[in-house]
């Protein structure tokens, strides 16, 4: 609506290339993972405060950068909680194991508060590294995630933001739903990846360098 005089703009997702990763099962322990930026403005906390409700085979880790004053103090707010031994918090990884350490996890983890536009349409990378890694998603239930989610069957969507709401959503995975949304995500991901999201990026270089022909990019 805002900007209605100009062209529509060519949406090009940040999707990773495709990797081939195995499907692993859920054990005894199920881990959630967040990973991405450590930082104050991710709903870092929240997640946090919704594990004491969490059933007791659930673990967190968060992988990423941070601030060592940040880390520090989420450290002591999972003391002041009582779920230290339920969260580790790791630095992160190089580029190309971000994918295959993910595929450890059981669930891949993105809850944020609809506050503005960009957070309403969000549809970050961390949720088709998610994807690609071969787990199961837990991620707000906002336009383009959600379509996502249900289109492909990955997993399922929080409608709040406060700790009740995050743990009534972990609470109702089983071990039988985790593995089928694994399943359901390693073959997404055969359609969420690069090779494929670049054949619209390069039909737009086309189009500008050879505007009078019908050139296709291959």
């Not at 088709?128 to 239930?141: I, K, N, P, Q, R």
């Amino acid at each position: 609506k805002d900007y209605a005089p100009l062209p529509r703009p060519l949406v090009i997702r940040s999707v990773p290339t495709f990797v081939n990763l195995p499907f692993r099962p859920t054990g005894a322990k199920i881990n959630v993972l967040y990973h991405g930026i450590i930082y104050h403005t991710r709903g870092l906390k929240l997640m946090l405060e919704s594990l004491p409700l969490w059933r007791p085979e659930f673990n967190l880790i968060m992988r990423g950068p941070g601030s060592p004053e940040y880390i520090a103090e989420l450290n002591r707010y999972a003391q002041t909680l009582g779920v230290e031994s339920r969260v580790r918090i790791e630095p992160p990884v190089l580029f190309d194991q971000i994918i295959p350490e993910a595929n450890r996890a059981d669930i891949g983890y993105f809850v944020h508060e609809d506050i503005s536009p960009q957070k309403r349409f969000t549809l970050p990378n961390k949720f088709f590294e998610y994807t690609m890694a071969g787990v199961a998603l837990c991620v707000s239930d906002l336009p383009e995630m959600a379509r996502l989610v249900k289109t492909h069957d990955l997993g399922y969507l929080v409608s709040g933001y406060d700790a009740q709401s995050v743990a009534d959503v972990i609470n109702r995975f089983t071990r039988t739903d985790i593995d089928r949304f694994k399943q359901n995500s390693l073959k997404a991901a055969k359609d969420l990846c690069w090779e494929n999201e670049s054949a619209i990026l390069m039909r737009a270089y086309e189009e500008l360098i050879f505007p009078n022909t019908t050139q296709v990019a291959t």
